[in-house]
């Protein structure tokens, strides 16, 4: 199997030092300017909770690796975006998997995977099927993985609708992270989304379904919140249908203690053979999706940092090593590397602390240097470093620098949820159809053509800053802008 | 009097076996499949069979 998906060892910067000096000092901390939620934003009890998790932390997303393991296929209510057959490995997206695991198999590929990958955190059911309503495998695999692996977290994602059956059970058995989806308050517009529900013996449909579904996803908020379990709220954003709809859902959720919520375009195909792909019902644009994001700027804590992984994603967000975990691929013997994952997030304390003071400095400076609102493609594969190659990178992290600090505004991909399909020339088409907007991409290299590619576009492609530091290396490039329009205008 | 999985269109989530109140369905083969012996179609537990009730596939837990 490959190398861990970021060497620890050589990830120290010739240059950070130089280029914090060129920088101006400043007394703001990126936590506080920024809204990727670190220390700063939350009590000592959830960050400590959150600091590992990368889907609940955008700055922990940068370091720590998930797995999602396929042990619940059995599901309580069909979803129009859903079709139950889908399998494919060129396929990147929720509900999709390559096999079903028991769950003795289950805890067998995590810990292969805990052994190979010391970035891992997280365990994850997410389906395909409702981890909730499938309840014997789900609570059989993480009671097998929690004897073996009493570091990585657990989290489980659902519907909800079984979810208040078995709080107690989630309590005890400490997964303190809860997704559920909700895509609708009203039922007017959940009927539009369920077709059916299975509820106490009885398929439900309509109204009656929505509500009931409705209900009892509040229920189980209210009462995972009372006990201090993290919730996530996950809503599907189908335009047409929830999308005026979503700010209500914001808020509805805000007001039950929900800690994230992570409003997700709608992927829709007619290839994936669900309703609302034969049917034609489109996804959002990028556009619509951020705007529904803004509009919901002052409820509930938005996540954009979401990848709709895989239910048997391996790996970092926007990376996914499924495929070297197969079955067939797990060795014989396994053993466990706890040291190294120790050794790990060892150095990622020290090292998250010392982005979180290069950021500060950096947005100081930045927040001089600009004037508009500027948005930065960022190739990274992780540790909050410029540190990928443009060739290689399948997705950009998105950066936005203002007078109000640099932020994390999500990702753009750049592989249309299927890498097979594209060519080297389709894929350049495709990277500056996303980053149309985009003035600056930073990369550790770039070959000579597609750099050309990207300036015909008015894109300025720049892997001059090593393996910076996302934010020291916005505030250089801004910094280097003005002193170069400042230079201009003096010779002028 | 019972039911059958239709087998090619299965997706082999196994709702079917944890709702059912008989215990009629089991794993085999990599596929389920109901024992028609064990098969009530649910008279006088439920209004309707309950692996038809849950099962995803349009079609596919039907009567024998």
């Given at each position: ?49 959150v600091?590992?998790h990368p889907c609940y932390s955008e700055?922990a997303h940068?370091?720590?690796?998930r ?55 997280v365990?994850g ?30 989290c ?21 992270h809860?997704t ?52 996530k ?27 994230l919520?992570n ?40 996540m954009?940092h979401c990848r709709?992984c ?7 967000l ?175 | ?64």
């Amino acid at each position: 199997m490959s190398a861990p998906l970021i060497p620890i060892s050589g990830l120290s910067v010739s240059n950070r030092q130089e280029m914090g000096e060129t920088l101006e000092k400043g007394g703001c901390s990126a936590s506080s300017c920024g809204s990727s939620a670190g220390p700063a934003d939350m009590d000592p009890k959830t960050w400590a909770k959150v600091k590992d998790h990368p889907c609940y932390s955008e700055e922990a997303h940068h370091y720590f690796a998930r797995m999602h393991v396929a042990v619940a296929p059995a599901c309580n209510i069909q979803c129009n975006y859903c079709n139950r057959k889908y399998d494919c490995a060129n396929e990147s997206r929720p509900g999709v998997v390559s096999e079903r695991l028991t769950p003795e198999q289950a805890a067998r590929k995590v810990l292969a995977v805990a052994a190979e990958v010391p970035q891992l955190s997280v365990l994850g059911i997410a389906g395909p099927g409702d981890a909730a309503y499938d309840w014997r495998r789900t609570k059989a695999t993480f009671d097998l993985v929690s004897e073996q692996l009493p570091d990585i977290k657990l989290c489980l994602s659902s519907n909800g609708l079984a979810l208040p059956d078995h709080i107690d059970e989630i309590v005890e058995m400490n997964i303190d992270h809860v997704t559920i989806t909700i895509s609708a308050i009203y039922p007017e517009i959940g009927a539009r989304i369920y077709p059916w529900i299975f509820y106490q013996g009885k398929r439900r449909t309509g109204l009656e379904a929505a509500t009931i579904l409705r209900d009892r996803q509040l229920q189980a908020l209210e009462m995972l919140t009372e006990r201090d379990v993290l919730v996530k709220v996950n809503s599907v954003l189908i335009p047409g249908i929830n999308d005026d709809h979503m700010v209500e859902v914001n808020k509805a959720v805000k007001e039950r203690g929900a800690f994230l919520h992570n409003i997700m375009p709608l992927i829709s195909d007619p290839a994936h053979g669900t309703h609302f792909g034969l049917t034609g019902q489109r996804g959002p644009t990028a556009a619509e999706l951020k705007k529904v994001q803004d509009d919901c700027g002052d409820g509930a804590n938005l996540m954009r940092h979401c990848r709709q992984c895989r239910a048997d994603a391996v790996g970092l967000l926007g990376e996914d090593r499924g495929q070297e975990f197969t079955l067939d691929k797990l060795p014989e013997v396994i053993e466990d590397a706890p040291e190294a994952r120790d050794a790990y997030r060892a150095w990622v304390a020290e090292e998250r602390q010392d982005r979180a003071a290069a950021a500060g400095t950096a947005e100081e400076a930045a927040a001089h240097a600009v004037d508009a609102p500027t948005l930065f493609a960022v190739c990274t594969r992780g540790s909050g470093r410029i540190n990928l190659h443009f060739g290689k990178a399948v997705e950009f992290q998105m950066y936005e620098a203002d007078a109000e600090g640099i932020r994390f505004v999500g990702h753009r991909r750049a592989d249309n949820y299927c890498l097979g399909g594209y060519g080297d020339e389709d894929r350049m088409e495709e990277i500056i159809r996303v980053l149309e907007d985009v003035p600056y991409v930073l990369c550790a290299k770039i070959g000579g053509g597609p750099r050309k590619r990207l300036a015909d576009a008015g894109i300025e492609a720049i892997d001059s800053l090593g393996e910076e530091y996302i934010e020291t290396a916005i505030a250089a490039v801004l910094q280097q802008k003005n002193a170069r329009t400042d230079r201009a205008a003096k010779s002028a | 009097m019972a039911y059958k999985i239709v087998t090619a269109q299965c997706t082999v989530c196994g709702a079917c076996e944890f709702e059912c109140p008989n215990a009629a369905i089991k794993f085999k083969n990599e596929t389920y499949i109901i024992d028609p012996d064990m098969c009530t179609e649910c008279e006088g537990k439920f209004d309707n069979p309950q692996c038809a009730e849950i099962c995803p596939v349009p079609a596919t837990c039907i009567p024998a």
